[in-house]
């Protein structure tokens, strides 16, 4: 589990092939001298993966074919720079909202604007995950965790505040880059958890299993 708080923009040292379709990605970053052993997770433009290596300055992931394939990480190569964030521990405090680092498809930037210090930033979404997206509410872009400004039939916009120009690499993205997106959870949840009823709502009762007959079983007609 994430919070969508970048904390340090690594970059990409090496790409390679590590069988099955897989890329092993190997990245410099400062926090690979710090709490990030062989078997760890950490989340690259939010994605999660697993850290197989570690030499002190630089990590080495693996991003296997089924992730490359949901997120934006297979265009990745070498110089490029991606957000990189290390799991919440127990007891840490959840400054931006519960990210899981499981990318649930990837936008496009389809405009940018700046207003006095902001950047607005409008991400063009697959509809599927349009109905997930809701003013005000929160969203995971490439691992940055940021509120909904506005959303309309193609996409939404976000505003970005000078610090989250410079902490993470959203900023310097131009117009057409791809973007990994994660949306709420909680949504998909409630979601999953209402569909059986609302489909028995939208059922004939007899098909739903309501009959005269199991009405009079049941004392509800004679």
């Given at each position: 589990m994430?919070?969508?708080?970048?904390?340090?923009?690594?970059?990409?040292?090496?790409?390679?092939?590590?069988?099955?379709?897989?890329?092993r990605?190997?990245?410099?970053?400062?926090?690979?001298?710090?709490?990030l052993?062989?078997g760890?997770?950490?989340?690259?433009?939010?994605?999660?993966?697993?850290?197989?290596?570690?030499?002190?300055?630089?990590?080495?992931?693996?991003?296997?074919?089924?992730?490359?394939?949901?997120?934006s990480?297979g265009?990745?190569?070498?110089?490029?720079?991606?957000?990189?964030?290390?799991?919440?521990?127990?007891g840490d405090?959840?400054g931006?909202?519960m990210?899981a680092?499981?990318?649930d498809g990837?936008?496009?930037?389809?405009?940018?604007?700046h207003?006095?210090?902001a950047l607005?930033?409008?991400?063009?979404?697959?509809?599927?995950?349009?109905?997930?997206?809701v003013?005000?509410g929160?969203?995971?872009?490439?691992?940055?965790?940021?509120?909904?400004?506005?959303?309309?039939?193609h996409?939404?916009a976000?505003s970005?505040?000078?610090?989250?120009?410079?902490a993470?690499?959203?900023?310097?993205?131009?117009?057409?880059t791809?973007?990994?997106l994660e949306?709420?959870?909680?949504?998909k949840?409630?979601?999953?958890l209402v569909?059986?009823?609302?489909a028995?709502?939208?059922?004939?009762?007899?098909?739903?299993?309501?009959?005269?007959?199991?009405?009079?079983?049941?004392?509800f007609?004679?």
């Amino acid at each position: 589990m994430f919070t969508g708080l970048i904390e340090d923009i690594g970059h990409i040292e090496a790409v390679a092939a590590a069988g099955e379709g897989a890329r092993r990605l190997a990245i410099s970053t400062r926090l690979a001298g710090e709490d990030l052993p062989v078997g760890a997770s950490l989340a690259v433009d939010g994605t999660c993966l697993t850290v197989v290596e570690n030499a002190g300055d630089r990590v080495a992931l693996v991003a296997a074919a089924e992730t490359l394939a949901c997120t934006s990480l297979g265009g990745l190569a070498a110089g490029a720079r991606v957000n990189l964030e290390r799991p919440l521990r127990l007891g840490d405090r959840l400054g931006g909202h519960m990210v899981a680092g499981h990318v649930d498809g990837v936008g496009r930037i389809s405009a940018l604007g700046h207003r006095g210090e902001a950047l607005d930033v409008t991400i063009e979404t697959p509809p599927a995950l349009l109905r997930y997206v809701v003013p005000k509410g929160s969203i995971a872009i490439d691992g940055i965790s940021l509120t909904v400004n506005t959303v309309d039939a193609h996409g939404f916009a976000v505003s970005l505040i000078p610090h989250t120009q410079t902490a993470t690499t959203l900023g310097d993205k131009p117009v057409g880059t791809p973007v990994n997106l994660e949306v709420d959870l909680v949504g998909k949840y409630i979601e999953q958890l209402v569909e059986p009823y609302r489909a028995m709502r939208e059922q004939p009762a007899a098909a739903a299993g309501l009959t005269l007959d199991k009405l009079k079983e049941n004392g509800f007609a004679e």
